[in-house]
């Protein structure tokens, strides 16, 4: 019973799957290659036409194994880049926490979301843009995060803005439905959800009680400063197709936001990031 389980467990990994899809690639091919060579050997006579069988069905046999190989890459390629964001969004959580003035500990516990975005370009000429990718998780009933969505902001300004920047932004939600009720798979922060520059304190103990008056608070760093950009404006966009890669095909927003199941060590460790805070 246990073995059967466990071997359940298994099979339900995206690499296990990317194996059987590897596999099944192989194993059409070689039918291919015996049914093509059959009928093949079935009308020669000579040997040199046998020896030219033979050369034909080495080739499609090298063919099926590169075509496996490829899938096998693609799938893990694609899986990295999740992973990538997901240790990079844990990366720029501790290195808020690292300044002398960070993230008041008291927001974060009041705050029901949170969204990450590592390095989003902030960049302008008159006619500003944003654009960058991380990552949102919610607070369930347990008080616990839940698994992280993958996210995608964009957004445009106009005024006087001249270069191109890398900024760490931190997003934190007084209310998660915010996040777990958006419509359509976007929403834009603006109006009732419009966003302030969040206060910081001297250190995560700090006394001061902080308390979540606007509806979101914005905090971003370049080059280890706070940067102070308006996400007013902005939209934040559920990728979807960044968590079929990530947790598997049809893996629904809300059914993320609602579970805490993920074994991923950088899931888990970016939900500890959270919780050290």
């Excluded at 960049?123 to 698994?147: N, P, Q």
């Excluded at 629904?252 to 919780?275: C, G, H, I, P, R």
Aim: glycine residues 8%; charged residues 20%; positive net charge.
């Amino acid at each position: 019973m246990d073995l059967n389980i466990h071997l359940t467990k298994y099979l339900n990994t995206k690499k296990a799957l990317c194996m059987i899809k590897a596999f099944l690639v192989f194993k059409y091919f070689q039918f291919f290659i015996n049914l093509h060579s059959g009928t093949f050997l079935g009308t020669i006579s000579n040997k040199e036409a046998l020896i030219d069988s033979m050369k034909i069905r080495k080739r499609w046999l090298y063919a099926s194994v590169m075509m496996s190989l490829l899938l096998l890459a693609t799938t893990a390629r694609a899986e990295d880049k999740e992973t990538e964001r997901v240790q990079k969004a844990t990366a720029v959580f501790e290195d808020f926490g690292k300044m002398k003035e960070s993230i008041p500990a008291t927001l974060l516990e009041q705050a029901e979301g949170i969204v990450i975005i590592p390095k989003m370009i902030n960049a302008g000429f008159g006619i500003g843009g944003k654009r960058g990718k991380g990552v949102a998780l919610v607070k369930l009933a347990s008080g616990e995060w839940s698994d992280p969505v993958f996210v995608t902001l964009t957004g445009g300004s106009i005024g006087f803005q001249i270069g191109v920047q890398a900024v760490d932004l931190v997003l934190l939600f007084k209310h998660k439905e915010a996040l777990t009720e958006a419509k359509s798979g976007d929403f834009t922060i603006g109006g009732d959800l419009s966003a302030a520059a969040g206060p910081v304190g001297r250190s995560t103990s700090a006394n001061t009680d902080y308390k979540l008056e606007a509806e979101v608070y914005s905090y971003s760093r370049s080059k280890g400063l706070f940067a102070g950009i308006s996400i007013n404006g902005s939209n934040i966009a559920f990728d979807q197709t960044a968590n079929n890669s990530f947790y598997g095909n049809k893996a629904e927003t809300k059914t993320l936001f609602a579970s805490d199941s993920s074994a991923s060590k950088d899931v888990k460790a970016l939900k500890n990031a959270l919780y050290a805070k």
